[in-house]
């Protein structure tokens, strides 16, 4: 089954235009999350306060749709 992009969801009432701009940070935060798991990479505490920052909102995001 391909990916559901967010320019689809957005079309299928599943998702604010507005937050759509969240697909894209997802996807990058869990790159980095497997660039730590499997490729011994590291992220500085900045990154990781930057990813937690980006967590919480989109957590408050998501909970709208629960």
Do not use: W
Request: no cysteine.
């Amino acid at each position: 089954m391909p990916p559901t992009t967010s320019k689809k969801m957005v079309d299928e009432g599943h998702l604010k235009p507005e937050e759509s701009k969240y697909t894209n940070k997802i996807q990058s935060m869990l790159q980095k999350k497997a660039d730590v798991d499997y490729k011994a990479s590291y992220f500085s505490k900045k990154d990781r306060d930057r990813m937690v920052k980006r967590a919480e909102r989109l957590n408050k995001m998501a909970k709208k749709y629960l």
